[in-house]
């Protein structure tokens, strides 16, 4: 075995060749490492600063477009913790406070889907619970190749049996999130989680290492060879075209155990409890080098941390490996001397192995020995904060108008009553429209006992306390179609959705979240859709009145010169002051009038129809118009009185529409549309919603959409088994629902 | 007086908050009980709720059973203590040999949460008697092991000695005879597959056909 580099070496050898290309850095990177330590790094150092300075982890590429998002923020009083903490943390009001984020875990999952998306639960779950909350619900946001390519069954199956172990095993219910299907995620999957926790106002904890003399204690896990350089190398690069030997990238995928997750949540929520924590970070990417810089970063600036004291699963790990290991389940505190044996104690009740690692200094150094000798020796926010920053080359690209000129204006309509039948049902049995139950059954839904509303539903819906009703609504929604054809209006349609959503269940949205996935930021198109789609964004934020409270940047998901469509999926956050008077989609009541609220025109432009009847993808995404998604929300959120149902209307428009809330309420419907019928059934026209309003409130109901200015025809009545437009067809809902719930089990089984 | 519903917690329960809601929900009183104490507090009667206990390593169930808790639960149960497991619970109780059969994995290979409809066989135990017989209900179900199997003469000893306590209409798991619960040959101690316990809600569950389940048990030992 060679001899263990140190930083006494490093300084006598400076000219020793280094690894710096194959760790992911580049050479004015690795020079200005160099320039940053008057010397050489060592191989821990390097190590270090190879997880710390990658894409994923310091955002290098993103930042200049991100601090939009704090630069633009609309003013909230809700905003207790913000962008840069693990997690955004919301005043719900009640003496509560909830914290979310959504975050990818794209390339793992397409190497070895089930343990990929396993752990991506897992990670996003320990940011929550790193901001002092407990964890109560997640979402996922999955998007997948064409549904019936044999890739698409592998990765699909793994990435859902992997939610579904580790979620399920945690304990917390899966209340939601999306599915959708194209051929350019073929290569490129995207699984992105989302996880929110909830605590009482005062249980914030803060990722910071203050006071000298404190105690660093890492628990959870053994560290293991499991994900080295995951950050670096897996989720920085591009893969390439076919034969470029995946085999080779495996072992950067981390393996997950959800049992000693879930000792790990209940053992810190008694920790934070019994107030033995100062301060906590999760261990995610870049392991104990991220937990180690960024702790020491924010608080009194130094550390000593003995890396040979951190338990292993594999003694032959060195120091650069145990800095890059991203095993799963662990966290680092940071703990009184005084507090240490109660919080042993602790640990050992629940079972998990708690070990002081090192202790806080007043140096404004990061130092780490190894066997007495010292093998770490920089100033933590150099790693943590000082990372590189990139203004990357953008550029529109030159199709971006060509795209756009390809108006579905063109494309043959379906002719007659028979040929609108068989489209709706044609939408229907496609992949990204039809039921989804196949997937959601995987998941419990149920657990914790305070789920209101889960898929199928707009949004899912969190009870959070039991006296009062108070609860918390959440939403994801993205739709890279749009987003390629204008990524400024699509990134804005994707956070409409989600607020819409929110809004449908009754909520008031109160804050975002965002997961932007990209193709690489070294080509200069993909850098322009990501800076458009910030930029959107943060705009479409400050006029909602809803601010981003933190986020996620996944770059690099193509596959050779093929990025994927840009696909910003956004986490829309709302509070229900009492989740008693939700709103369901489903028509459950007889007679129950159909008030049709929006403005429809013919928005065809990235439809549902365009792609499933013609494979057609071009024109205009539909009008963004935030001042009707405003008043729309305000008309839902008063509207729990009168109304029985409310269903926003997105992909497939009004029909799909009809059809998802006649089958969730097992009742049928009958309307009439205004205008031209096939634009009133498919048009994907925003800012709008179908509402069923309790018998004899109609009046009411009219008034309340007069006052907030919100257009509303009664377009018919809930009832019957089937669902009718007059003079145009009739579909039973034993048909809708043959149609809608065989499609996905047709191909998955 | 109330009567005592313990709740044991194991690492890796999960379900022990809504068992105890649908304890105090049927008018009991519930009772936190630890796996690694030799106590069962007093308990008149003991659940053991649904989770993945120890991470289901080895089998569903297989490590809990030695648990310290398990001593005295095990030694209670001839004299009569009502003894409810459900899901992992169920599991455990198999391990443990206080109920017949084995939980095996779904048919279909995946975990199936799903409402499912019930048919509540034998209403003279202590976990069924509020139901009428043949009274069909709807109650969760949500398990990657809930496939229940028995050898051919423990089917037949199962169902002449009435102890198939519930069993599903339209089998979602391959489970023999469609059995969603037994109960030992006395009766007092119970296995469920599905959870009641998440159906004695209208706003979190799929109505409040599980509160039976519970109401049994409470009434029966307030000396009904």
Redesign the interface.
């Known amino acids: 075995m060679a001899a263990q580099d140190t930083v006494t070496r490093a300084a006598a050898t400076p000219d020793q060749p280094q690894p710096f290309a194959e760790l992911g850095l580049t050479e004015p990177e690795y020079e200005r490492i160099r320039q940053l330590l008057g010397r050489r790094p060592t191989d821990a150092e390097l190590a270090l600063y190879s997880v710390m300075w990658s894409e994923h982890c310091s955002y290098k590429s993103s930042k200049v477009h991100l601090r939009q998002f704090a630069e633009k923020a609309p003013r909230s009083d809700a905003l207790l913790a913000g962008i840069g903490a693990n997690a955004g943390v919301v005043d719900i009001g009640g003496g509560y406070a909830v914290t979310f984020k959504i975050e990818s875990h794209n390339h793992p999952s397409y190497v070895e889907p089930h343990q990929g998306a396993a752990t991506g639960v897992g990670g996003i779950v320990r940011d929550i619970l790193a901001m002092g909350a407990r964890p109560v619900a997640v979402m996922d946001a999955l998007r997948f190749g064409p549904a019936g390519a044999g890739d698409t069954r592998r990765v699909l199956s793994g990435v859902v049996s992997g939610i579904s172990f580790y979620g399920n095993c945690l304990g917390l219910p899966n209340i939601g999130g999306e599915l959708a299907f194209d051929a350019c995620y073929a290569g490129n999957p995207l699984v992105n989680a989302l996880c929110v926790g909830v605590m009482r106002h005062g249980d914030l904890k803060l990722a910071t290492a203050d006071g000298p003399g404190n105690q660093v204690i890492l628990l959870g896990s053994r560290t293991g060879p499991d994900g080295i350089g995951g950050a670096s190398v897996l989720a920085s690069a591009t893969f390439g075209g076919p034969g470029d030997g995946h085999a080779a990238k495996r072992p950067s995928v981390q393996v997950g155990d959800p049992f000693l997750e879930k000792l790990l949540i209940e053992c810190c929520l008694e920790l934070y409890r019994d107030g033995l924590v100062t301060g906590v970070q999760d261990l995610g990417a870049a392991g104990v080098a991220c937990a180690t810089t960024e702790l020491a970063a924010a608080g009194s600036g130094g550390m000593r941390v003995r890396l040979d004291a951190v338990p292993l699963r594999d003694p032959a790990l060195g120091p650069p490996e145990i800095l890059m290991s991203e095993s799963q389940e662990r966290m680092m505190a940071v703990v009184e001397p005084g507090n240490v044996p109660r919080f042993l104690s602790v640990c050992a009740r629940w079972g998990v192995q708690a070990t002081v690692i090192g202790e806080v200094t007043s140096t404004g150094r990061l130092e780490m020995t190894w066997q007495g000798d010292t093998v770490v020796d920089i100033p933590p926010g150099t790693a943590a904060d000082e990372g590189p920053v990139y203004s990357r080359p953008l550029a529109r690209p030159g199709w971006q108008d060509e795209l756009a000129a390809a108006d579905p204006a063109a494309l043959p309509r379906p002719s007659g009553a028979s040929g609108l039948r068989a489209t709706l049902l044609s939408l229907l049995g496609s992949p990204g429209l039809a039921d989804k139950t196949w997937v959601t059954e995987q998941y419990d839904r149920y657990v914790r006992g305070d789920t209101v509303l889960a898929m199928p539903e707009d949004g899912g819906l969190i009870r959070i306390d039991e006296e009062t009703g108070l609860g918390v609504a959440l939403a994801t929604d993205g739709n890279g179609r749009y987003t390629l054809l204008d990524p400024y209006a699509g990134a804005q349609l994707a956070l409409c959705e989600a607020y819409r959503n929110v809004a449908a269940t009754g909520a008031r949205p109160l804050a975002v979240t965002n997961c932007l996935n990209f193709g690489s930021p070294e080509d200069p198109a993909v850098m322009w859709q990501f800076a458009e789609a910030v930029r959107g964004l943060a705009d479409g934020c400050a006029v909602l009145g809803v601010p981003v409270t933190g986020g996620n940047v996944s770059f690099y998901n193509q596959t050779g010169e093929a990025a994927i469509q840009p696909t910003p999926v956004i986490g829309v956050l709302g509070v229900h002051d009492d989740v008693r008077r939700r709103l369901s989609i489903g028509f459950t009541a007889d007679g129950a009038r159909i008030f049709l609220l929006g403005r429809t025109g013919a928005e065809f432009g990235g439809s549902a129809w365009a792609q499933v009847v013609h494979g057609h993808l071009g024109g205009r995404p539909p009008q963004v118009d935030f001042g009707a998604e405003q008043r729309l929300a305000q008309v839902l959120a008063a509207a729990s009185g009168v109304a029985c149902a409310a269903h926003d209307l997105s992909d497939g428009g009004l029909a799909v529409a009809l059809a998802e809330s006649c089958l969730r309420g097992g009742l049928g419907a009958r309307v009439t549309l205004p205008g031209d019928v096939f634009t009133a059934l498919f048009s994907e026209s925003a800012a709008r919603a179908i509402v069923a309003v309790r018998p004899g409130a109609e009046t009411e109901f009219a008034q309340l959409c007069a006052r907030y200015a919100v257009p509303a025809v009664d377009i018919g009545a809930v009832g019957g088994h089937q669902l009718e437009v007059t003079d145009t067809f009739v579909i039973s809902l034993k048909e809708l629902a043959d149609v809608h719930g065989s499609a996905l089990p047709a191909i998955f089984g | 007086m109330t009567a005592r519903v313990g709740i044991i917690t194991f ?2 329960s ?2 022990e ?2 068992a105890a ?1 649908a304890v105090r929900r049927a008018g009991g009183e519930p009772v936190p009980l630890w796996h690694d104490e030799r106590d069962l507090r007093g308990a008149d009667a003991v659940v053991l709720p649904g ?2 206990s ?4 080895l089998r569903c169930g297989a490590i809990a059973r030695f648990a310290p808790v398990m001593a005295e639960l095990t030694a209670a149960v001839p004299a009569g203590l009502p003894v409810l497991g459900i899901c992992n619970g169920f599991q455990i109780l198999c391990e443990a040999h206080l109920l017949p059969g084995a939980l095996t994995r779904n048919a279909g290979l ?5 409402d499912v409809r019930l048919r509540v066989e034998n209403v003279r135990t202590p976990w069924t008697r509020a139901y009428a017989a043949g009274q069909e209900i709807t109650v ?1 179900l ?1 398990s ?1 092991d809930g496939a229940y199997a028995a050898d051919e003469a423990t089917l037949a000893a199962l169902e002449s000695g009435g102890q198939v306590l519930v069993r599903y209409l339209g089998n979602p798991n391959g489970s023999a005879r469609d059995i969603a619960g037994v109960s030992n040959e006395a009766g007092n101690v119970a296995g469920l597959m599905p ?1 009641p ?2 159906a004695t ?1 209208e ?3 799929p109505g409040c056909d599980g509160l039976g389940f519970f109401a049994s048990a409470v009434s029966a030992l307030v000396g009904a």
């Open positions: 690492p890796g999960l379900d908050a809504e809601r989770g993945f120890y991470g289901d390593y995946h975990f199936v949460s799903r969760p949500k990657g959870h316990e998440y809600s706003l979190t569950g």
